[in-house]
């Protein structure tokens, strides 16, 4: 059952219009935590299991959160590879920033913004008996890896640092051509 939790599937994501869950799977996860800290608890291994087995929320938000992680990190490569054709200043291309300036507006704020925060809430919200998990497991080998980047957090940090490159690109872009964006932009 652990390992179907914990192994991500072969290409689902977590879609974006899912409600943010606190889902049977993670009070399991949660559950079972506790109950390897606190062996005498009354908790039922069994009761367990189903949940754990049955709903696989870790699988899939670790690799929604490594996909979103290498998507943002090939944007934003991209967009500073290619950030010296943006031209700003008196003779710059109205219609290029104003399409850059939408494509933000649109794509990042309207959809994908949403959905890297869904995809930190969710995490967050497991993050805490992760952390609890990890401490309880043997560090063996084999297993030290996963462990570190999941229970321990490390693949979480990758995925802070994409959205802050990302978002830092984008500041970065709108400050040298002076553009606003969002709300200011609309007045």
């Known amino acids: 059952a652990w390992r179907k939790q914990l192994t991500p599937p072969s290409s689902t994501m977590i879609p974006p219009e899912a409600p943010l869950p606190h889902s049977d799977a993670l009070l399991a996860i949660t559950a079972y935590t506790n109950a390897m800290i606190s062996p005498s608890s009354n908790l039922s291994i069994i009761a367990m299991q189903e949940p754990i087995e049955k709903q696989r929320y870790l699988g899939a938000l670790f690799y929604s959160m490594d996909e979103s992680t290498r998507w943002l990190n090939t944007i934003t490569q991209q967009l500073e590879r290619d950030d010296s054709k943006v031209i700003c200043g008196a003779n710059h291309d109205k219609t290029r920033l104003n399409y850059l300036r939408n494509v933000f507006d649109t794509f990042f704020v309207g959809d994908i913004q ?6 930190n809430s969710l995490y967050l919200d497991v993050q805490p008996a992760l952390e609890a998990l990890d401490g309880q497991l043997p560090k063996t080998t084999p297993f030290l890896a996963y462990s570190d980047a999941y229970l ?35 007045k």
Do not use: E, M, T
Request: glycine share 10%.
């Open 114 to 119: 949403p959905y890297l925060s869904k995809i």
């Open 152 to 186: 321990g957090g490390a693949h979480y940090q990758d995925f802070q640092l994409s959205i802050k490159n990302h978002v830092g690109y984008w500041q970065r872009l709108f400050k040298r051509c002076q553009l606003q964006v969002g709300n200011q932009a609309k």
